[in-house]
T-cell receptor, first 113, second 109 residues
């Protein structure tokens, strides 16, 4: 069973809506990630937080806004999305450093209408 | 050139077969290497880490060749439950995990 919990599991939103995706882990990990995955494609990195600070932003459009309120929580705020933003959004966490594996949540399946 | 390249397959094999997947990476500064497994509409799950000395976990063997920038995964005695997409993952600087496109395995009875 995953120890990274994402809510909600499914989300349908209009292009003018504002919504947030939430992610929580209690493994003491200090690196947390957001990935986007389209059907039949691999996960694509969006953001990395290290010690609650944004360390990597893969040129993601500003309609996606990440937030890391504390070491256990990661949010992704969504505003004015487009239908092509419909995808599976995956949160992951790992120990800090480049030699440790990442653990993924079950994802939020987002549909933008 | 993509940072991580894999043969997308699909690999269609009978139960009991041995199957091998390959992966190459372009950045020689890559620091760590993993195989993940992803079932349809599920999250990726860590299968195993990959070391230069090679490592084995039951029916699964992974190998890293840093000189050739090549990673492999061998599955022996394939089971129906092994059917999934196998993702090669490489860590670059600063926790940047990069995924290959994935290799689809279908094990048939």
């Amino acid at each position: 069973d995953t120890e990274v919990t994402q809510t909600p599991k499914h989300l349908v939103m209009g292009m003018t809506n504002k919504k947030s995706l939430k992610c929580e882990q209690h493994m003491g990990h200090r690196a947390m990630y957001w990935y986007k995955q389209k059907a039949k494609k691999p996960p694509e990195l969006m953001f990395v937080y290290s010690y609650e600070k944004l360390s990597i932003n893969e040129s993601v459009p500003s309609r996606f806004s990440p937030e890391c309120p504390n070491s256990s929580l990661l949010n992704l705020h969504l505003h004015a999305l487009q239908p092509e933003d419909s995808a599976l959004y995956l949160c992951a966490s790992s120990q800090e450093g480049s030699y440790t594996e990442a653990f993924f949540g079950q994802g939020t399946r987002l549909t933008v209408v | 050139r993509k940072e991580v390249e894999q043969d997308p397959g699909p690999f269609n094999v009978p139960e009991g077969a041995t199957v091998a997947f390959n992966c190459t990476y372009s950045n020689s500064a890559s620091q760590s290497f993993f195989w993940y497994r992803q079932d349809c509409r599920k999250e990726p799950k860590l299968l195993m880490s990959v070391y230069s000395s090679g490592n084995e976990d039951g029916r699964f063997t992974a190998q890293l060749n840093r000189a050739s920038q090549y990673i492999s995964l061998l599955i022996r005695d394939s089971k129906l439950s092994d059917s999934a997409t196998y993702l090669c993952v490489v860590t670059l600087y600063g926790n940047k995990l990069v995924f290959g496109a994935g290799t689809i395995l279908r094990v048939k009875s």
